[in-house]
Protein backbone atom coordinates (compact mmCIF):
# COMPACT_ATOMS: atom_id res chain seq x y z
CA UNK A 1 0.00 0.00 0.00
CA UNK A 2 1.85 2.94 -1.28
CA UNK A 3 1.47 5.73 0.59
CA UNK A 4 3.53 8.29 -1.28
CA UNK A 5 3.51 7.33 -4.89
CA UNK A 6 4.75 8.88 -8.20
CA UNK A 7 2.70 7.90 -11.40
CA UNK A 8 5.40 9.17 -13.77
CA UNK A 9 8.30 6.86 -14.28
CA UNK A 10 9.81 9.35 -16.51
CA UNK A 11 10.46 12.25 -17.88
CA UNK A 12 12.14 14.29 -20.79
CA UNK A 13 12.24 18.02 -21.49
CA UNK A 14 14.87 20.11 -23.49
CA UNK A 15 17.31 22.37 -21.95
CA UNK A 16 16.10 25.56 -20.84
CA UNK A 17 12.35 24.60 -20.34
CA UNK A 18 10.53 23.88 -17.04
CA UNK A 19 10.23 20.47 -15.92
CA UNK A 20 7.70 19.32 -13.62
CA UNK A 21 7.69 16.33 -11.12
CA UNK A 22 4.56 15.13 -9.54
CA UNK A 23 3.77 13.27 -5.92
CA UNK A 24 0.80 12.24 -4.61
CA UNK A 25 0.42 11.06 -1.26
CA UNK A 26 -2.77 9.61 0.97
CA UNK A 27 -1.76 9.92 4.72
CA UNK A 28 -2.98 13.30 5.94
CA UNK A 29 -0.33 13.22 8.96
CA UNK A 30 2.36 13.53 6.83
CA UNK A 31 3.25 16.89 7.40
CA UNK A 32 6.87 17.39 6.10
CA UNK A 33 8.17 16.77 2.11
CA UNK A 34 11.24 16.05 0.60
CA UNK A 35 12.85 15.76 -2.47
CA UNK A 36 16.18 14.37 -3.27
CA UNK A 37 17.80 13.68 -6.01
CA UNK A 38 19.77 10.51 -7.18
CA UNK A 39 22.52 10.08 -9.60
CA UNK A 40 23.40 6.47 -10.76
CA UNK A 41 26.10 5.08 -8.40
CA UNK A 42 25.44 7.28 -5.81
CA UNK A 43 23.38 8.27 -2.68
CA UNK A 44 19.88 10.56 -2.83
CA UNK A 45 21.11 14.06 -2.12
CA UNK A 46 18.35 16.21 -0.70
CA UNK A 47 17.00 18.83 -2.94
CA UNK A 48 14.56 20.70 -1.26
CA UNK A 49 11.88 20.91 1.28
CA UNK A 50 8.41 21.76 2.61
CA UNK A 51 6.26 22.33 5.62
CA UNK A 52 2.24 21.68 5.43
CA UNK A 53 1.98 24.79 6.93
CA UNK A 54 3.27 26.48 3.66
CA UNK A 55 2.09 26.06 -0.10
CA UNK A 56 5.63 27.19 -1.10
CA UNK A 57 8.96 26.61 -0.80
CA UNK A 58 11.68 28.36 -3.70
CA UNK A 59 15.51 27.71 -4.05
CA UNK A 60 17.29 28.60 -6.64
CA UNK A 61 15.69 27.09 -10.03
CA UNK A 62 13.73 24.66 -7.25
CA UNK A 63 10.21 25.30 -6.30
CA UNK A 64 8.30 23.08 -4.50
CA UNK A 65 4.36 23.40 -4.56
CA UNK A 66 2.20 21.61 -1.91
CA UNK A 67 -1.80 21.39 -2.60
CA UNK A 68 -2.60 19.85 0.84
CA UNK A 69 -6.54 19.78 -0.40
CA UNK A 70 -5.25 17.51 -2.50
CA UNK A 71 -2.67 15.64 -0.95
CA UNK A 72 -0.53 16.40 -4.13
CA UNK A 73 3.25 18.23 -4.23
CA UNK A 74 5.21 19.05 -7.47
CA UNK A 75 8.73 19.87 -7.72
CA UNK A 76 9.30 22.72 -10.49
CA UNK A 77 12.70 23.08 -12.03
CA UNK A 78 13.05 26.50 -14.12
CA UNK A 79 15.38 26.35 -16.18
CA UNK A 80 16.18 22.98 -16.95
CA UNK A 81 19.85 21.98 -17.63
CA UNK A 82 21.42 18.97 -18.48
CA UNK A 83 23.29 18.09 -15.23
CA UNK A 84 19.60 17.99 -13.54
CA UNK A 85 19.12 14.52 -15.46
CA UNK A 86 18.58 12.15 -12.58
CA UNK A 87 16.45 10.11 -10.96
CA UNK A 88 13.95 12.14 -8.20
CA UNK A 89 12.22 10.90 -5.24
CA UNK A 90 9.82 12.67 -3.04
CA UNK A 91 9.44 11.63 0.33
CA UNK A 92 7.07 12.45 3.11
CA UNK A 93 7.45 12.09 6.95
CA UNK A 94 5.61 13.05 10.82
CA UNK A 95 7.39 16.25 10.65
CA UNK A 96 9.77 17.89 12.72
CA UNK A 97 8.48 17.37 16.08
CA UNK A 98 9.83 16.07 19.17
CA UNK A 99 8.22 12.76 18.72
CA UNK A 100 9.38 12.51 14.98
CA UNK A 101 11.83 9.89 14.47
CA UNK A 102 12.80 10.93 10.70
CA UNK A 103 12.05 8.19 9.69
CA UNK A 104 11.05 8.57 5.76
CA UNK A 105 8.42 7.17 3.17
CA UNK A 106 9.44 7.72 -0.45
CA UNK A 107 7.68 7.56 -3.65
CA UNK A 108 8.66 5.44 -6.59
CA UNK A 109 11.29 7.95 -8.12
CA UNK A 110 10.57 9.90 -11.65
CA UNK A 111 13.55 9.49 -14.02
CA UNK A 112 14.60 13.10 -15.39
CA UNK A 113 15.82 13.55 -19.06
CA UNK A 114 16.80 16.56 -19.85
CA UNK A 115 17.98 16.92 -23.55
CA UNK A 116 20.44 19.57 -25.12
CA UNK B 1 29.21 15.80 2.35
CA UNK B 2 27.81 14.10 5.27
CA UNK B 3 29.95 11.64 7.06
CA UNK B 4 28.80 8.82 5.99
CA UNK B 5 30.61 5.49 4.53
CA UNK B 6 28.95 2.54 4.21
CA UNK B 7 31.46 -0.86 3.70
CA UNK B 8 31.35 -2.74 1.53
CA UNK B 9 30.46 -0.99 -1.50
CA UNK B 10 29.54 -4.22 -3.65
CA UNK B 11 28.86 -8.07 -2.49
CA UNK B 12 28.30 -10.99 -4.09
CA UNK B 13 26.73 -13.73 -2.30
CA UNK B 14 25.31 -17.06 -2.55
CA UNK B 15 21.83 -18.05 -1.23
CA UNK B 16 21.91 -19.16 2.79
CA UNK B 17 24.82 -17.37 3.42
CA UNK B 18 24.66 -14.48 6.17
CA UNK B 19 25.98 -11.19 5.11
CA UNK B 20 26.12 -8.23 6.93
CA UNK B 21 26.81 -4.09 5.66
CA UNK B 22 27.97 -1.79 7.92
CA UNK B 23 27.20 1.96 8.48
CA UNK B 24 30.10 3.81 10.36
CA UNK B 25 28.83 7.79 10.29
CA UNK B 26 31.21 10.69 12.10
CA UNK B 27 28.28 13.31 12.80
CA UNK B 28 27.19 12.01 16.11
CA UNK B 29 23.55 11.59 14.72
CA UNK B 30 21.26 9.69 16.88
CA UNK B 31 18.84 8.79 14.21
CA UNK B 32 20.59 6.13 11.49
CA UNK B 33 18.34 3.91 9.00
CA UNK B 34 18.71 1.31 6.66
CA UNK B 35 16.98 1.49 3.21
CA UNK B 36 17.03 -0.45 0.33
CA UNK B 37 16.30 0.83 -3.23
CA UNK B 38 14.71 -1.48 -5.81
CA UNK B 39 13.14 -0.64 -9.13
CA UNK B 40 9.28 0.71 -8.69
CA UNK B 41 9.50 0.66 -5.33
CA UNK B 42 11.70 4.16 -4.47
CA UNK B 43 13.69 3.65 -1.42
CA UNK B 44 12.25 1.39 1.26
CA UNK B 45 12.96 1.35 5.53
CA UNK B 46 14.00 -1.69 6.72
CA UNK B 47 15.13 -0.59 10.74
CA UNK B 48 16.12 2.14 12.03
CA UNK B 49 18.30 3.26 15.46
CA UNK B 50 17.26 5.90 17.92
CA UNK B 51 20.12 5.00 19.65
CA UNK B 52 22.90 3.17 20.93
CA UNK B 53 21.19 -0.41 21.37
CA UNK B 54 17.59 1.14 20.38
CA UNK B 55 16.28 -0.04 17.27
CA UNK B 56 13.04 -0.40 15.60
CA UNK B 57 11.46 -1.92 12.42
CA UNK B 58 10.79 -0.26 9.23
CA UNK B 59 8.31 -1.53 6.47
CA UNK B 60 10.04 -4.67 5.27
CA UNK B 61 12.51 -5.69 8.10
CA UNK B 62 11.36 -9.31 7.80
CA UNK B 63 14.72 -11.17 7.01
CA UNK B 64 16.77 -8.40 8.26
CA UNK B 65 18.37 -7.70 11.94
CA UNK B 66 20.35 -4.65 13.28
CA UNK B 67 22.44 -3.78 15.78
CA UNK B 68 23.97 -0.58 16.95
CA UNK B 69 26.76 -1.21 19.68
CA UNK B 70 28.48 2.60 19.59
CA UNK B 71 26.67 5.63 18.22
CA UNK B 72 29.00 5.91 15.27
CA UNK B 73 28.48 2.19 13.47
CA UNK B 74 25.05 0.66 12.28
CA UNK B 75 24.89 -2.88 11.01
CA UNK B 76 22.52 -4.37 8.96
CA UNK B 77 22.46 -8.46 8.67
CA UNK B 78 20.97 -10.83 6.29
CA UNK B 79 20.57 -13.80 9.14
CA UNK B 80 20.50 -16.52 5.45
CA UNK B 81 20.51 -14.71 2.62
CA UNK B 82 17.75 -14.97 -0.52
CA UNK B 83 17.27 -13.72 -4.07
CA UNK B 84 14.64 -11.63 -3.16
CA UNK B 85 17.30 -9.24 -0.99
CA UNK B 86 19.30 -8.51 -4.18
CA UNK B 87 18.98 -4.64 -3.75
CA UNK B 88 21.32 -1.76 -3.35
CA UNK B 89 21.13 -0.56 0.61
CA UNK B 90 21.74 2.80 1.68
CA UNK B 91 22.21 3.72 4.82
CA UNK B 92 21.05 7.34 6.25
CA UNK B 93 21.25 9.62 9.38
CA UNK B 94 18.85 12.14 10.12
CA UNK B 95 19.58 15.58 11.24
CA UNK B 96 17.86 19.04 10.95
CA UNK B 97 14.77 17.42 9.24
CA UNK B 98 16.99 16.07 6.64
CA UNK B 99 18.30 12.63 5.85
CA UNK B 100 21.97 12.42 4.21
CA UNK B 101 22.88 8.96 2.79
CA UNK B 102 25.62 6.55 2.30
CA UNK B 103 26.87 5.82 -1.45
CA UNK B 104 25.35 2.87 -1.12
CA UNK B 105 25.79 -0.90 -0.87
CA UNK B 106 25.35 -3.20 -4.05
CA UNK B 107 24.15 -6.79 -2.45
CA UNK B 108 23.80 -9.41 -5.19
CA UNK B 109 22.32 -13.12 -4.05
CA UNK B 110 22.78 -15.90 -6.40
Known amino acids: DQQVKQNSPSLSVQEGRISILNCDYTNSMFDYFLWYKKYPAEGPTFLIS?????DKNEDGRFTVFLNKSAKHLSLHIVPSQPGDSAVYFC???????????????FGQGTTLQVKP | DAGITQSPRHKVTETGTPVTLRCHQTENHRYMYWYRQDPGHGLRLIHYSYGVKDTDKGEVSDGYSVSRSKTEDFLLTLESATSSQTSVYFCAISGGGQAFFGQGTRLTVV
Open chain 1, 91 to 105: AASGGLGSSNTGKLI
Open chain 1, 50 to 54: ISSIK
